[in-house]
């Protein structure tokens, strides 16, 4: 039975996530603030912590932010009223695997949670992908999640990581934004929203731009490939 934590200082709303997670069968807590949220995630262990944002004493996202350099395999949903594109960036920044806006369906925070949880699940040694990913002297380590550029060290944020780590699978084809928002931030694709061009633009910044060959590059109306070209 799965272990969830909801951070939540509404608390009507907090009680009627906790009782639709129970009924599916998960075991779930409630904290109606910041300070108690972070302070319980740290030392219980949780699986999953729903998170808003507007909370009294520490806010969601710096609760986020230091869950994250804890614990890096606890995932965590955010929740709030702010549905601006920046909004969602910090929260993704922090180390945010989800991201719902109020007010929603508690149905279908119950299929996002269910899909965090099924992509964590353990898989058979058989089917371990690849540890090491390269392309020309760019090199990912998924055990030890460090990144290379020739000898330099490059440090990605969580999402940084995951988008190179998706397009160094699928080196020499065009992804585009559709597939990019779907399988790396497993959301629904929305054509007015930029973040994957924001992070595309973060990782040619960390990756590219003081180094040759070039290795991001964009195909007008198609979306991104990684190459050698």
Known sequence: MKNILIVEDEQRLARNISQTLMDEGYRTAIAYDGDSGLQRSLEEPFDLVILDINLPGINGYEVCRQLRAA????????????????????????????YMVK???LRELTARVATCLRRTAPRPEVHEPEEILQLADLTLNRK???VLRGNHTV????????????????????????ELTERVWQLRFDPGTNVVEVYINYLRKKIDKDYTPKLIHTRSGQ???LAIE
């Open 71 to 98: 614990n890096e395999q606890l995932l965590v949903i955010m929740l709030t009223a702010l549905g601006e594109v920046e909004d969602k960036l910090q929260g993704f920044e922090r180390g945010a695997d989800d």
């Open 144 to 146: 030890t999640r460090q």
């Open 103 to 105: 007010p929603f369906d």
């Open 223 to 225: 979306g991104y490939v």
């Open 155 to 178: 440090v990605l944020t969580a999402k940084e990581f995951s988008l190179l780590e998706y397009m160094l699978q699928n080196p020499d084809r065009v992804l585009s934004k559709q």
